[in-house]
Structure formats: C-alpha cells, structure tokens
C-alpha cells in the first residue's frame, strides 16, 4: 500500500519472521509454506479458469460469423447470437451503479470517519457491514416487490423492471463495499496529516478536502474498482429486476426501460443449454468476455494506483 | 425380488412431471427406479425408435416420418395421453379487456401492438412478459401463439418483451402493474390475478381457461402430453403407466401447474 512509510503499522515485522527462514521452528516453516500455497494457487485458480472459458468459448467465435455476434438480437433458441444487447446492458448498469454508489459510499465514509464521534461510529460501522452481508437474492426480492412497483409510479414509466431499478439496487449492494474500504484508506491517513492542515489555520472541512481525502485517493479507486466489479459480477438481483429484455437502448432515457445483463443471461439459460451446442459455446463466450472487461478494469485501476503511489512517495521524500 | 429400472426420456416441458411421478413411484413400488432425462420430444422418440428407453415423454403428437421410422425399425408405437398443459393469458385485476384473439397476443408479443387501447382497452402501454428461453412454456408460446401454430413462420418475440426467470416474477409483475400481461401454465394462476378468455376470431367465442374447457378441447392454448411406448407396455412398465392415470399421480399433475386429464 500507499502507507509504507508508517512507523505504527505492525505488519513488516509480522510478515518479517517468516522470511528470516533459517532460524523458524517447525510450525514458522509450515503456516509460512501454506501461505505460500494459499497464494499460488489463488493465481493457478485465475489462470484455470481463464484456461476453461478459452477452452469453452473460443468454438463460438468458430461456429458463429462475427458479423453474428456484434449484431442486435439475442434469441438464442432460434440462433441469433447478437451480443450487443448484453453488453449495452451490463455496461449501463454497472456504470450506473458505480456512479450512485462512490459519491455517496465516499460521503459516507468521510462522515464515519472523519465527522461523527466515536460512539456514533461503533454504531454505525457494524451497520454498514450487515448491509455487506445482506444475500443478493433478498435485495432482488425487496427489489421486486416493493421496489418495483414504487419506481413504475414515481417515474411513470410502463413497468417498474427497469434498467434503473438494477442500478439502485445494485449501487446499494456496492455501497457497503466502498464505504469499508474507504474509511479503512482514511483511517491510516496520519494523524500528524490533520494536525498540519488545522495548525495551517484550514477548517475541518478544508483538512478533509484538501488533506485527508486526496491522502487516500488510491484507496478510493480501489473501492470504485471492487464496487464496479460487485456491481457487472452481480447476477441475481439484476435477474429479478431489470426485465431482462435484450433490447438496445437508443438514448439516455433508456435506463428507464428493461435490459438484459451478461450474468443474467447466462444465469438464466446455462441451466437448460445442451452441452457441447452452440448455444453453449456462446454462453461461454459471454463469460469471456465478462472475464475480460473486469480484467481490464482491475488492470486500469492497479495502473492508476500505481502511478499515484510512485508520485505521492515522490512528493513525501 | 430383483431391482427394475424403467428408462424414461424427452420433453422437457414434461421432465419435471416425470422426476416428480418417479420420486413418488418409488415410495409406491420401491423395487422399480425410473430413469428420467431430458433433451427435447425428438430425442426421446428417437430413442424409442432405437430401442433405447422404455417410455419417451412428448409434449406433441408424434410426426408421420417418425412412425414411418418406427415402422421400419419393427416397432408399433403406442401413444398415451398422461395430462394436458393449457396456458393462462393474465393481466392486472383492473385491467378492463375481458377478451383476445390469438391473433391479438401474436401482435402484443411480436411488438406490432403497443397500447392497450388497439385491442379494447384503456390508454396504456402495454408490457408484454414472457418466461425465459429456456422454458418449455416460453417454446409453445412461441409456436401456437406468437406464430399461430404455423411452423413456416419465422416472427419472433419483439425484443422489448420482458423475460422473467419464473412464474412469481410474471405473477408478482402482473399482480401490480395495470400495464402488465403475461402468460404462465394454468396451475400457477391466482386469485389476485386476471384471466382473459382467449378465442380464435374476433367474433367469438372465447373460452375461459380452466380444467373443464382444456378437456373438452376447447381453450385454443392448451395441447396434450404424451408418453409412447415399443408396442403394448407389458409388466412393470404397464403398472407404471396405470399408475400414473390414477388419481393420486394426476394431483401431481396440478401441483406442477399442468391440467389433469380427468378431475
């Protein structure tokens, strides 16, 4: 992390005993040893699975033209493979939800974190983490039941299963991720950070603005990155909300009419395809690509956060 | 006395009628297991044809050429009726259109018919539900509805038809949304929803769905499900195919949201 310049952090000198090897009883050796294993095969489990969805996926840029794949209709049954109404999908909801979600999962954070008094945020913090525990088919029940029917009146729109109800909730579903990681980050901002601004003669507000928040901003991308891939990740709450209706959306509006997400997509009909068919060898494909545009976001993110260590360590020396 | 395994196989549609009659076979003759997969009517007439299975389950008659077929490969099928499968029109309990021809629904649901007011209704958008693709349901809308049951027609489901991965997420919808119609198997219909009549031209009649117009031929959106056997079923396979016309696996029937072929 960011923080390595800490003299409080207690981790270098935990993670320092097992790495001087040599003079490690027994059991040092071992727990050391099953880390290592732990970690490897976290990569080894990335990378098989990555193996299995080129393995599966691949035959269905064989067996389907690609002029197929990019066009607008999904009607798999009758062999219209047309995958730009998934991808609009998921995109307009993921990007939806992480737009609702980091403004205010960051307000959020800043307020437990740096605003309330300490018995306010014992409160407040377990709060915040039951939400994290909360399964993702109740929120898509409340979602469909009661949701639902309260957006299709206060939107007027014909139905309530809309592109916008997946984006609420799933915001809500992401929302306890990036608060957590958020106030984590602006925990281990240095007190000594504030005690500057204030002597600076800087208001509280201007120390949380100007110091503390940009202190922690990589570990804010961090938490828009796992909050975006909570979000495109999510399968059932979307699956129950959103109408599923493969359709392309032709202007802005549109996230108040149904869509069709990749993971609902292949939630819904990986059950019934016939193995081996081209139905689900294209189901795979929309793994793949699943697979591919949260890799890309991962590998945006690390580059972003990486930069701004690199400068921000440059700026403490 | 030795352990039997009867070979059942086909419609999917049925698949889940099938594993729930052989659960409840097994508490009834524990020495006979029934074997029960999927794969579509073909597949399991097919394999009645090679000689694979015991009994096939088809959610349509079967074809001329595939009688042909048995007749060269030396077997009589032998055709059996075991439930019906109707499908209910439902819309929101307020909804004022009591009637529609499935010409109509074909309209609504391949996207040519948007408003509620071009077939008798009020001025309101309709939002058209249908199961997923993957449902035996969705596949005989598809064919007798949205195509009226001609199999040259290639029209499909307009794209802003909304797909539901269950029956409660089409009843939960319909249930609130004045807009909403759906479709789902006559058993999962309830009180708190509205049926519409269904007929075959604008004139009439139209018939309500229920138990006694599904056996009497009458509702348009219903067909029978079949199970064949290789000749006249003899033995355990005979017991079994008795068993299920009788009145304690027809309740099973209903409870799967099929329609019994006798009350």
């Known amino acids: 992390m960011a923080h390595s310049d800490q003299p409080l952090s207690p981790t270098p000198q935990l993670s320092a005993a097992p790495g001087s090897g040599k003079r490690g009883t027994l059991a040092e050796t071992l727990i050391s040893r099953a880390i290592q294993v732990t970690g490897i095969s976290t990569v080894v489990l990335v990378l098989l699975i990555f193996v299995f969805l080129i393995r599966e996926g691949l035959p269905a840029f064989v067996q389907v033209p690609l002029a197929d794949l990019l066009s607008a209709r999904w009607y798999p049954i009758e062999d219209y493979f047309g995958l730009l109404p998934l991808i609009a999908g998921s995109l307009i909801i993921t990007v939806g939800a992480a737009v609702i979600a980091l403004p205010l999962g960051v307000a959020t954070a800043i307020f437990i974190a740096e605003i309330v008094p300490d018995w306010v945020r014992d409160i407040l913090k377990p709060m915040v983490e039951i939400l994290a525990g909360i399964p993702s088919v109740v929120i898509g029940f409340v979602g469909m039941l009661v949701i639902v029917p309260l957006f299709r009146v206060a939107f007027d729109t014909p139905t309530g299963l809309t592109a916008f109800t997946g984006i609420v909730l799933l915001a809500w579903m992401a929302l306890p991720t990036v608060v957590s990681v958020v106030e984590d980050v602006l925990d281990t901002v240095p007190r000594t950070y504030r005690d500057a601004g204030l002597a600076l003669g800087m208001t509280r507000w201007q120390t949380i603005a100007k110091i503390v928040v940009p202190a922690g901003k990589s570990g804010i991308l961090t938490a828009l990155m796992l909050g975006v891939g909570r979000a495109i990740g999510e399968t059932m709450t979307v699956m129950m909300v959103t109408g599923n209706a493969p359709r392309i959306p032709s202007g802005p509006l549109d996230i108040f009419r149904p869509a069709r997400t990749m993971t609902a997509t292949i939630a819904a009909e990986m059950g019934e395809v016939a193995q081996g068919s081209t139905h689900y060898h294209v189901l795979f494909a929309v793994g793949l690509t699943l697979f591919v545009i949260t890799f890309a976001i991962n590998l945006a993110a690390a580059a972003v956060v990486f930069r701004r260590t690199k400068r921000a360590e440059r700026m403490l020396s | ?263």
Not at chain 2, 19 to 46: D, F, K
């Open chain 2, 1 to 263: 006395m030795a352990q039997m395994t009867i070979q059942n196989k086909g419609s999917d549609t049925i698949v889940n009628l099938a594993l729930a009659w052989a659960e409840r076979y097994q508490t009834v003759r524990p020495e006979v297991s029934i074997a029960v997969t999927g794969g579509g009517s073909g597949t399991g007439i097919a394999s009645i044809i090679n000689g694979t299975v015991d009994i096939a389950n088809a959610s349509r008659a079967i074809k001329p050429e595939e009688i042909q077929a048995a007749h060269a490969a030396g077997i009589e099928p032998t055709e059996f009726v075991i439930a019906r499968d109707a499908i209910a029109i439902i819309v929101h309990p307020s909804n004022p259109v009591d009637t529609l021809t499935l010409q109509q629904l074909s309209d609504i649901y391949s996207g040519k018919v948007r408003n509620w007011q071009e077939v008798g209704g009020e001025d309101r958008p309709i939002v058209a539900l249908s199961r997923e693709t993957n449902s035996g349901t969705h596949v005989y809308f598809l064919e007798a509805v949205v195509r009226l049951g001609d199999s040259d027609d290639r029209t499909l489901f307009s794209p802003d038809v909304l797909l539901l991965p269950s029956s409660e997420g089409i009843g939960a919808e319909v249930r609130q949304n004045p807009n909403a119609i759906g479709y789902d198997g006559l058993g999962y219909v309830t009180n708190d929803m509205k049926t519409v009549a269904v007929g075959l031209s604008p004139g009439g009649p139209f018939w309500e769905p229920s138990a006694s117009t599904v056996n009497a031929e009458e509702y348009p959106i219903s067909r029978d499900l079949y199970m064949y056997t290789a000749g006249q079923p003899t033995g355990t396979i005979k017991e079994y195919l008795d068993w299920i016309l009788q009145p304690e696996a027809q309740r099973i029937v209903r409870d799967l949201g099929f329609v019994p072929i006798s009350e």
